[in-house]
RNA sequence: GCAGAGGUAGCGAAGCGGUCAAACGCGUAAGGCUUAGGACCUUAUGGCUUAGGCCUUCGAGGGUUCGAAUCCCUCCCUCUGCACCA
């Protein structure tokens, strides 16, 4: 048994791969180009295998195209921007003992910790040369003279700088005030990664409905306005302190005293703040602003005065808690509290309200429930009621944007914000909505980019076809960015330079960088600017300084643009991908648009999705060295489409095994001869058959189907030839030469290393796909092979029905003339189905036709041929001998139960 | 709710109008190989069956067809996304 020894091998080939550079791509204009990629990576710690997944997909297709003659250019760079690699940095500097010993555990050293502490750029230049070497040590065929870091680059900066002044002067630039999740105490937006809890929480938006009482204002928050018309009371709480606060336009608001520290943050301006003894109010009785109702303030325990204003509209049919808390009030003062009104009917559902509470319970968290079902439920079927003055019969969800024009007209309507659920920064602070001012906005939402991005996605090619689909969804719903932000790492709007380019916002051109990065970089920083960008991007004139540079670079562009294939892990479809298609369209014309998208899911280990957050990784570095990089590149193969794909060593090591088996049919070369039998068509036609079917799936990036003809099915085909007799050498190098091609894109190294092994010195680089016209597939071998399995295990069932072990098996192959019957009805047959139809088209009626016609549902598709048939089993005589361990005879069968396929079988 | 995907043997997963009782893999069982175990190889794995047969199956129910896991209708259930977070 040779064994496989990856990590020796997977070395000596990568080395060879660089001497030859083989993976740096250059401008040829005689041949033609492909270029992909894959997103920047952030450079905050090391990639796990469901990383590798991605990359690995996008090098199967660079390694295939180049196999095909393409002059393919996969570059890769990093992404600085944001606040990631600054927090870290703090943490660190803080001595965070879990970031720490995060890094200490992947083997990162004391004085490279001690070096993160002094610059977020040196965790993202440890991490890049890092990452490069495990991506390299993977089988990544990137050239890497293309590289640069967003945000650590002034070169690139110039780039977005560019971008977004040809942006605005396109007008897709706006300005508008923007919600954001803040912490208070160190005055910076709370992005997730900060947060000691509340990852995934959002600024929501709250309606206020102004209750009046005494000339002050009771500024009711809730989520949903339209069931104001059924409000029996106001709940205060008990437990905070309250404040009575004045607006700049004279408005006194009673707030409790969380909201009132808040509201400078919601762009409310207070003159005058004061204590207020909510307790005063209890019992007192406040104005409903839309049924001019009078009804009282009373207090509960439920309600929450950190949450919006402290200030609650109590709704009993429509809110759970409320209900509850009527349910206790109601008895203690019949008269001053009316009877609770619904407002809403859902359609078929009686009580609803107390069926919600009977099916959650009356405990916090049963009640929680409930109110979210009850929501959903009255949100999306609920029809408001004759007690809605103005809104009977009205869908719940027009009623709401009606409710507020109705409380606008009254002057009894304020927007606020509040986070989701609670948010706590990691230095501990509760995190609270913070509506940014003069906030700059790329106008994701301008109706002529829209409707050409739309086309743009019909016309792209996707893989798999069903994210088009969503993918349209996204662009159609897409809104308004907020492209920039002010703390992290990135570039400065060039026009307002207090703002920071967002990560999502400075990363949607960058492929186009790619194509002259390699000469920009070289070039005196002072003298890059937009006229030069101009020049190599949009076509302009070329009559800047650096004339023969530009016109370097604005060849290297037109040669490699536009993108052919970017490939995408599927949680970028409803960002990134989106403003990437739409940045392309609003300021390249449209030949140079994106032209094919490769979506995939994710890798889950034992079915959870890997994530640093969950701790179950596997770092491709670990992966690697365990598992070689051509084991680990299995992954790629888990599915066709987005499905996600579970991590599985035991493949792997299927893998390995069935590579060994390649091996030892090489090993075993002086075996064979030239000798040639009937078997080695059927191995010749499976080689043509196996290469259509792969090239077909790998062109769609059907991996999995693409691997499962080329490799499983593919090993399994030589097994069966080799068993059925085939011994003739030079078919059975062809073959495995073919399937060595065939796998690698897949598996680059151990194919390499069997191909060296074959004899063979060319480089599987150079020795192109292996692409067939097709002509000697023989699909009347291949059936007939399969008549052979069949035949085997009948016998087989045979042996074990009759209890018997036959000293003799005599094979009977129907005549010519009932294989001549059979192809003729087997023809017929593809027209109709109707037995007196098919009679006659043949030329008589015999045992053989009657036994065929029984079921005309049952006749097959495929043809067969007698000589075949019989020189197949006449051939493999020995082959089933050794089977069944019997002597076995084949011979043709003039009238008897044989049939053509089917073999009558006799044993003895 | 909207949008997308999907419900197939113990499990994972193919098949998407005709050799379908359903590829392939895992699991399980038997045999081989081994001192033994593992690994590996072979075979079996819906039910019944002493000559290759029959019966019941592809979420449920209807329909179209000579023929349906595959097409159409209705219903039930599951998963993902609904953003400004990288």
Same mark, same amino acid.
């Given at each position: 048994?040779?064994?496989?020894?990856?990590?020796?091998?997977?070395?000596?080939?990568?080395?060879?791969?660089?001497?030859?550079?083989?993976?740096?791509?250059?401008?040829?204009?005689?041949?033609?180009?492909?270029?992909?990629?894959?997103?920047?990576?952030?450079?905050?710690?090391?990639?796990?295998?469901?990383?590798?997944?991605?990359?690995?997909?996008?090098?199967?297709?660079?390694?295939?195209?180049?196999?095909?003659?393409?002059?393919?250019?996969?570059?890769?760079?990093?992404?600085?921007?944001?606040?990631?690699?600054?927090?870290?940095?703090?943490?660190?500097?803080?001595?965070?003992?879990?970031?720490?010993?995060?890094?200490?555990?992947?083997?990162?050293?004391?004085?490279?910790?001690?070096?993160?502490?002094?610059?977020?750029?040196?965790? /993202?230049?440890?991490?890049?040369?890092?990452?490069?070497?495990?991506?390299?040590?993977?089988?990544?065929?990137?050239?890497?003279?293309?590289?640069?870091?967003?945000?650590?680059?002034?070169?690139?900066?110039?780039?977005?700088?560019?971008?977004?002044?040809?942006?605005?002067?396109?007008?897709?630039?706006?300005?508008?005030?923007?919600?954001?999740?803040?912490?208070?105490?160190?005055?910076?937006?709370?992005?997730?990664?900060?947060?000691?809890?509340?990852?995934?929480?959002?600024?929501?938006?709250?309606?206020?409905?102004?209750?009046?009482?005494?000339?002050?204002?009771?500024?009711? =928050?809730?989520?949903?306005?339209?069931?104001?018309?059924?409000?029996?009371?106001?709940?205060?709480?008990?437990? /905070?302190?309250?404040?009575?606060?004045?607006?700049?336009?004279?408005?006194?608001?009673?707030?409790?005293?969380?909201?009132?520290?808040?509201?400078?943050?919601?762009?409310?301006?207070?003159?005058?703040?004061?204590?207020?003894?909510?307790?005063?109010?209890?019992?007192?009785?406040?104005?409903?602003?839309?049924?001019?109702?009078?009804?009282? #303030?009373?207090?509960?325990?439920?309600?929450?005065?950190?949450?919006?204003?402290?200030?609650?509209?109590?709704?009993?049919?429509? =809110?759970?808690?409320?209900?509850?808390?009527?349910?206790?009030?109601?008895?203690?003062?019949?008269?001053?509290?009316?009877?609770?009104?619904?407002?809403?009917?859902? %359609?078929?559902?009686?009580?609803?309200?107390?069926?919600?509470?009977?099916?959650?319970?009356?405990?916090?968290?049963?009640?929680?429930?409930?109110?979210?079902?009850?929501?959903?439920?009255?949100?999306?079927?609920?029809?408001?009621?004759?007690?809605?003055?103005?809104?009977?019969?009205?869908?719940?969800?027009?009623?709401?944007?009606?409710?507020?024009?109705?409380?606008?007209?009254?002057?009894?309507?304020?927007?606020?914000?509040?986070?989701?659920?609670?948010?706590?920064?990691?230095?501990?602070?509760?995190?609270? $909505?913070?509506?940014?001012?003069?906030?700059?906005? #790329?106008?994701?939402?301008?109706?002529?980019?829209?409707?050409?991005?739309?086309?743009?996605?019909?016309?792209?090619?996707?893989?798999?076809?069903?994210?088009?689909?969503?993918?349209?969804?996204?662009?159609?719903?897409?809104?308004?960015?907020?492209?920039?932000?002010?703390?992290?790492?990135?570039?400065? *709007?060039?026009?307002?330079?207090?703002?920071?380019?967002?990560?999502?916002?400075?990363?949607?051109?960058?492929?186009?960088?790619?194509?002259?990065?390699?000469?920009?970089?070289?070039?005196?920083?002072?003298?890059?600017?937009?006229?030069?960008?101009?020049?190599?991007?949009?076509?302009?004139?070329?009559?800047?300084?650096?004339?023969?540079?530009?016109?370097?670079?604005?060849?290297?562009?037109?040669?490699?643009?536009?993108?052919?294939?970017?490939?995408?892990?599927?949680?970028?479809?409803?960002?990134?991908?989106?403003?990437?298609?739409?940045?392309?369209?609003?300021?390249?014309?449209?030949?140079?648009?994106?032209?094919?998208?490769? #979506?995939?899911?994710?890798?889950?280990?034992?079915?959870?999705?890997?994530?640093?957050?969950?701790?179950?990784?596997?770092?491709?570095?670990? =992966?690697?060295?365990?598992?070689?990089?051509?084991?680990?590149? @299995?992954?790629?193969?888990?599915?066709? /489409?987005?499905?996600? $794909?579970?991590?599985?060593?035991?493949?792997?090591? =299927?893998?390995?095994?069935?590579?060994?088996?390649?091996?030892?049919?090489?090993?075993?070369?002086?075996?064979?001869?030239?000798?040639?039998?009937?078997?080695?068509?059927?191995?010749?036609?499976?080689?043509?058959?196996?290469?259509?079917?792969?090239?077909?799936?790998?062109?769609?990036?059907?991996?999995?189907?693409?691997?499962? %003809?080329?490799?499983?099915?593919?090993?399994?085909?030589?097994?069966?030839?080799?068993?059925?007799?085939?011994?003739?050498?030079?078919?059975?190098?062809?073959?495995?030469?073919?399937?060595?091609?065939?796998?690698?894109?897949?598996?680059?190294?151990?194919?390499?290393?069997?191909?060296?092994?074959?004899?063979?010195?060319?480089?599987?680089?150079?020795?192109?796909?292996?692409?067939?016209?097709?002509? /000697?597939?023989?699909?009347?071998?291949?059936?007939?092979?399969?008549?052979?399995?069949?035949?085997?295990?009948?016998?087989?069932? *045979?042996?074990?029905?009759?209890?018997?072990?036959?000293?003799?098996?005599?094979?009977?192959?129907?005549?010519?003339?009932?294989?001549? $019957?059979?192809?003729?009805?087997?023809?017929?047959?593809?027209?109709?189905?109707?037995?007196?139809?098919?009679?006659?088209? @043949?030329?008589?009626?015999?045992?053989?036709?009657?036994?065929?016609?029984?079921?005309?549902?049952?006749?097959?598709?495929?043809?067969?041929?007698?000589?075949?048939?019989?020189? @197949?089993?006449?051939?493999?005589?020995?082959?089933?001998?050794?089977?069944?361990?019997?002597? $076995?005879?084949?011979?043709?069968?003039?009238?008897?139960?044989?049939?053509?396929?089917?073999?009558?079988?006799?044993?003895?």
């Amino acid at each position: 048994m040779s064994k496989y020894e990856p990590k020796e091998i997977e070395s000596k080939w990568r080395e060879r791969y660089e001497e030859k550079k083989l993976f740096q791509a250059d401008r040829d204009t005689g041949r033609k180009k492909f270029f992909l990629t894959v997103p920047v990576i952030y450079p905050n710690g090391f990639l796990h295998v469901g990383h590798l997944y991605t990359w690995t997909r996008a090098d199967i297709y660079a390694r295939y195209m180049r196999m095909r003659g393409y002059n393919v250019l996969f570059p890769q760079s990093w992404h600085f921007t944001g606040g990631p690699l600054v927090g870290m940095q703090l943490k660190i500097k803080n001595g965070d003992q879990k970031v720490i010993k995060d890094l200490q555990d992947s083997g990162i050293s004391e004085k490279e910790i001690d070096d993160f502490k002094r610059s977020p750029l040196n965790i /993202g230049t440890f991490f890049t040369k890092n990452l490069k070497k495990d991506l390299s040590a993977a089988g990544m065929s990137i050239d890497w003279r293309r590289t640069f870091s967003i945000s650590n680059s002034p070169y690139f900066s110039k780039f977005v700088s560019w971008q977004f002044n040809r942006l605005r002067d396109a007008g897709l630039i706006t300005q508008n005030t923007h919600p954001v999740i803040w912490c208070p105490r160190e005055d910076t937006p709370l992005g997730d990664h900060d947060r000691a809890s509340g990852e995934g929480e959002s600024p929501e938006e709250f309606s206020v409905i102004k209750f009046k009482h005494e000339g002050m204002v009771l500024p009711a =928050a809730t989520l949903r306005p339209e069931t104001v018309f059924g409000a029996t009371n106001i709940w205060v709480s008990r437990k /905070g302190g309250y404040k009575k606060v004045e607006l700049e336009d004279g408005e006194k608001w009673i707030v409790s005293e969380s909201f009132s520290n808040k509201m400078k943050y919601q762009l409310i301006k207070l003159k005058k703040v004061e204590d207020f003894d909510v307790g005063s109010l209890i019992g007192k009785r406040a104005e409903n602003p839309v049924t001019g109702e009078s009804i009282p #303030i009373l207090a509960e325990d439920f309600v929450d005065p950190s949450i919006t204003t402290g200030v609650v509209m109590s709704v009993p049919m429509h =809110a759970p808690f409320d209900y509850i808390g009527w349910e206790k009030v109601k008895e203690e003062d019949e008269k001053m509290y009316k009877k609770p009104k619904k407002v809403i009917e859902v %359609n078929g559902e009686g009580e609803i309200i107390q069926e919600v509470i009977r099916v959650y319970g009356k405990n916090t968290s049963g009640l929680r429930e409930a109110t979210k079902a009850l929501y959903k439920k009255e949100f999306n079927s609920g029809v408001m009621n004759s007690s809605a003055d103005g809104l009977d019969g009205m869908s719940v969800k027009e009623a709401k944007l009606k409710i507020v024009d109705m409380l606008k007209e009254k002057a009894a309507y304020a927007v606020i914000y509040e986070t989701s659920g609670e948010v706590i920064c990691r230095c501990g602070a509760r995190g609270v $909505v913070n509506l940014l001012e003069n906030q700059w906005f #790329i106008r994701y939402s301008d109706k002529e980019l829209k409707e050409k991005a739309i086309k743009a996605v019909e016309n792209m090619e996707i893989f798999p076809e069903e994210a088009r689909a969503q993918l349209l969804n996204f662009v159609y719903n897409v809104e308004d960015k907020a492209a920039a932000r002010q703390g992290g790492l990135g570039t400065p *709007l060039p026009w307002d330079k207090d703002w920071l380019i967002e990560p999502l916002s400075d990363s949607t051109l960058y492929m186009a960088y790619y194509t002259i990065a390699h000469i920009l970089e070289r070039l005196n920083i002072s003298e890059v600017d937009d006229e030069l960008f101009d020049q190599v991007f949009l076509g302009k004139e070329i009559k800047h300084k650096l004339a023969t540079e530009v016109k370097l670079m604005r060849d290297e562009f037109e040669y490699w643009y536009p993108l052919d294939l970017r490939v995408t892990a599927k949680e970028l479809l409803t960002n990134h991908i989106v403003f990437f298609i739409m940045n392309h369209i609003a300021l390249l014309p449209k030949d140079k648009w994106p032209k094919r998208l490769g #979506i995939n899911g994710w890798v889950t280990m034992d079915s959870i999705k890997m994530s640093k957050s969950k701790g179950n990784t596997l770092t491709i570095r670990k =992966a690697v060295e365990e598992y070689g990089a051509d084991g680990s590149r @299995l992954i790629a193969s888990g599915s066709n /489409g987005m499905d996600d $794909v579970d991590w599985s060593s035991d493949n792997i090591k =299927a893998l390995y095994q069935r590579m060994e088996l390649l091996m030892d049919v090489l090993e075993a070369k002086e075996g064979f001869g030239q000798e040639s039998r009937l078997i080695d068509r059927y191995l010749a036609s499976m080689k043509e058959s196996i290469i259509e079917r792969t090239t077909a799936e790998i062109e769609k990036m059907n991996y999995r189907n693409s691997l499962f %003809n080329s490799f499983f099915q593919a090993t399994d085909i030589l097994k069966s030839y080799l068993e059925f007799g085939g011994r003739n050498w030079s078919e059975i190098e062809g073959f495995i030469s073919v399937v060595l091609k065939l796998n690698h894109p897949f598996f680059p190294y151990i194919t390499e290393e069997l191909n060296r092994r074959m004899g063979n010195v060319t480089l599987l680089e150079e020795g192109g796909w292996p692409d067939t016209p097709g002509t /000697g597939i023989d699909i009347l071998i291949e059936n007939e092979v399969q008549v052979l399995k069949n035949t085997v295990s009948d016998i087989r069932n *045979l042996m074990k029905l009759l209890k018997i072990t036959p000293k003799e098996v005599r094979i009977g192959i129907s005549d010519e003339a009932a294989f001549s $019957v059979y192809n003729a009805i087997v023809e017929a047959s593809k027209n109709t189905r109707d037995i007196k139809e098919i009679r006659k088209a @043949l030329p008589a009626e015999s045992e053989t036709v009657k036994k065929l016609l029984k079921s005309p549902d049952k006749i097959p598709q495929s043809n067969l041929a007698f000589k075949y048939e019989f020189d @197949l089993f006449t051939q493999s005589k020995e082959y089933l001998e050794n089977t069944f361990k019997a002597k $076995v005879t084949v011979e043709v069968e003039h009238e008897g139960k044989a049939l053509p396929g089917k073999p009558s079988i006799r044993l003895s």
